[in-house]
């Protein structure tokens, strides 16, 4: 199989060497590969991370004088826009504060410097604070005073809002001063009834808050140990969901790469992940991605966890992870048989049929009405169905032929990784001679 163009992207922006097998490959990449690799990084969030490893290695020369301009101009708004959400942020932490509200930063400018060294580097298009419940209908009237409007959520522990008046913004565009920001409450940060899959609820709190400071401004955020299992969370969370942003893991490497050997901080981190399977496989599973794709060091710890890590789940690593991963960006937009739905078998693993989805009822209604409107707007004006540009602006629709091809390469891709996981637990069952092979395989065939 041809190597996806931007896997030589990955490897040069890998933790291990010098990066220079991936950067004599990009030299090499024509002008209509570097359109389409240009629009990956931005919708990525790599685009300024590939942009800083060029000025390191000194290499900015091994991309045509565009790009490179494209970029460079990119990065100087993101300084701009870094240093206007940056008053906001202050702004709406000083109100919390007036008001008693009990908050911690999560994500965002909290990362910096333990995920990202340098704010301007990644992409924020919103503030995220966990808060204690009785303190959510302050935050929201702060956040309603302040202009923005709520929005509809997927999950029950979120809360978000955004302003009128933005529109959201793709490519270089999203890094604008003006492009639109949002802020998310959240009450907690796992929701069992969004992904059925139940054994982490009220992981993090306000209680275990630590004060952090950055670019002048003093905060409440997490603690090394919680914002790591923060950032597993979040990735599974969009795993899940169908999509990643691959800067997430690559500032998942990062952290890896610096406090890969700090046994004090992975003794802390054993501490809070307890005894929740679920959670210890998410820690492998994100850490090992993490590492896999940008070549970073695995904490003795995760490696003695992966090796108990369950069959499948282990084969959807080594068989899968690396061409989901580099699935196109938005996910919702047209392609023949997307991939990202490669993401199922391994959320299969972990769902539980016994937890409900409480908000299934409604959204269902609401899908029902958005379509009810397509259709009326179609009787109303028939000449619609011939414009693309109408019909690139229904998320409805466009959600709904994705689902459709996408659900076509899951299904086709049912036979291969019954396969594989039958080909799996054969050694298992030669050994054994008859049980553990057979119980395994009828449990792959139960998540199916």
């Given at each position: 199989?041809k190597?996806?163009?931007?896997?030589y992207?990955?490897?040069?922006?890998?933790?291990?060497?010098?990066?220079s097998?991936?950067?004599?490959a990009?030299?090499k990449?024509?002008?209509?590969?570097w359109t389409h690799?240009?629009?990956w990084l931005?919708d990525?969030?790599l685009?300024f991370?590939?942009?800083q490893?060029?000025?390191d290695t000194?290499?900015?020369?091994?991309?045509?004088?565009l790009?490179?301009s494209?970029?460079?101009r990119?990065?100087?708004?993101n300084?701009a826009?870094?240093e206007?959400?940056s008053?906001?942020?202050?702004?709406?932490n000083?109100?919390?504060?007036?008001?008693?509200?009990?908050?911690?930063v999560l994500k965002?400018f909290?990362l910096?410097?333990?995920?990202c060294?340098?704010?301007?580097?990644?992409h924020q298009g919103?503030f995220?604070?966990?808060v204690?419940?009785?303190s959510?209908?302050?935050a929201?009237?702060?956040?309603?005073?302040?202009?923005y409007?709520?929005?509809e959520s997927?999950?029950?522990?979120?809360?978000?809002f955004?302003?009128?008046?933005?529109?959201?913004s793709r490519?270089?565009?999203q890094?604008?001063?003006?492009?639109?920001?949002?802020?998310?409450?959240?009450v907690?940060?796992?929701d069992?009834g969004?992904h059925r899959?139940?054994?982490?609820p009220n992981?993090?709190?306000v209680?275990?808050a630590e004060?952090?400071?950055?670019?002048?401004l003093?905060?409440?955020?997490?603690?090394d140990?919680?914002?790591?299992l923060l950032?597993?969370?979040?990735?599974?969370?969009?795993?899940f969901?169908?999509?990643?942003?691959m800067?997430?893991?690559?500032?998942i490497?990062y952290?890896?790469?610096?406090?890969a050997?700090?046994?004090?901080l992975?003794n802390?981190?054993e501490?809070r992940v307890?005894d929740?399977?679920?959670?210890?496989?998410f820690?492998?599973i994100?850490?090992?991605?993490?590492?896999?794709?940008f070549?970073?060091p695995?904490?003795?710890?995760?490696?003695i966890?992966?090796?108990s890590?369950?069959p499948?789940?282990r084969i959807w690593i080594?068989?899968?992870?690396?061409?989901?991963l580099?699935?196109?960006?938005?996910?919702?937009q047209?392609?023949l048989?997307?991939?990202?739905k490669?993401?199922?078998?391994?959320?299969?693993?972990?769902?539980?049929a016994s937890?409900?989805?409480?908000?299934?009822?409604?959204k269902?209604?609401?899908?029902?009405s958005r379509?009810?409107?397509i259709?009326?707007?179609?009787r109303?004006e028939?000449?619609?169905v011939l414009?693309?540009?109408?019909w690139?602006?229904q998320l409805?629709?466009r959600?709904?032929?994705?689902h459709a091809l996408a659900?076509?390469?899951?299904?086709?891709e049912?036979?291969?990784?019954r396969?594989?996981n039958?080909?799996?637990v054969?050694p298992?069952?030669?050994v054994?001679g008859?049980v553990?092979?057979g119980?395994?395989?009828?449990?792959?065939r139960?998540?199916s």
């Amino acid at each position: 199989m041809k190597r996806d163009i931007r896997e030589y992207v990955a490897r040069f922006l890998s933790f291990s060497g010098d990066g220079s097998e991936g950067l004599s490959a990009v030299e090499k990449f024509s002008d209509r590969e570097w359109t389409h690799v240009l629009q990956w990084l931005y919708d990525s969030g790599l685009a300024f991370y590939f942009l800083q490893k060029l000025k390191d290695t000194k290499a900015t020369g091994a991309v045509p004088a565009l790009v490179l301009s494209r970029l460079e101009r990119s990065f100087a708004a993101n300084q701009a826009r870094v240093e206007n959400m940056s008053r906001q942020f202050g702004v709406l932490n000083g109100r919390f504060d007036d008001l008693g509200i009990r908050f911690v930063v999560l994500k965002g400018f909290s990362l910096i410097p333990k995920f990202c060294a340098y704010a301007p580097l990644r992409h924020q298009g919103d503030f995220d604070y966990l808060v204690d419940g009785e303190s959510l209908a302050a935050a929201s009237r702060v956040l309603s005073d302040a202009g923005y409007v709520a929005k509809e959520s997927r999950s029950s522990e979120e809360f978000i809002f955004v302003h009128p008046a933005g529109k959201p913004s793709r490519g270089a565009e999203q890094y604008l001063p003006s492009a639109p920001h949002a802020v998310e409450l959240h009450v907690d940060l796992w929701d069992s009834g969004l992904h059925r899959v139940p054994g982490i609820p009220n992981l993090f709190s306000v209680e275990r808050a630590e004060t952090r400071h950055w670019n002048g401004l003093r905060f409440p955020a997490l603690s090394d140990e919680d914002a790591f299992l923060l950032q597993v969370v979040h990735a599974c969370h969009h795993l899940f969901t169908l999509w990643i942003r691959m800067s997430c893991l690559l500032e998942i490497a990062y952290f890896l790469n610096r406090r890969a050997g700090d046994g004090d901080l992975w003794n802390r981190i054993e501490s809070r992940v307890g005894d929740s399977v679920v959670l210890r496989e998410f820690v492998v599973i994100v850490s090992e991605m993490a590492a896999r794709l940008f070549a970073a060091p695995l904490p003795p710890l995760v490696q003695i966890w992966g090796e108990s890590l369950r069959p499948a789940s282990r084969i959807w690593i080594e068989h899968y992870s690396r061409r989901w991963l580099f699935s196109e960006l938005p996910v919702y937009q047209f392609r023949l048989f997307p991939r990202s739905k490669l993401a199922v078998f391994l959320r299969q693993q972990y769902q539980d049929a016994s937890v409900a989805r409480e908000s299934q009822e409604p959204k269902q209604v609401a899908s029902s009405s958005r379509l009810a409107r397509i259709g009326s707007s179609i009787r109303k004006e028939p000449s619609l169905v011939l414009k693309a540009g109408w019909w690139k602006r229904q998320l409805l629709f466009r959600r709904t032929v994705f689902h459709a091809l996408a659900g076509v390469r899951y299904v086709c891709e049912i036979p291969r990784w019954r396969w594989l996981n039958r080909a799996s637990v054969r050694p298992v069952a030669a050994v054994d001679g008859q049980v553990r092979g057979g119980s395994l395989d009828s449990d792959f065939r139960a998540t199916s």
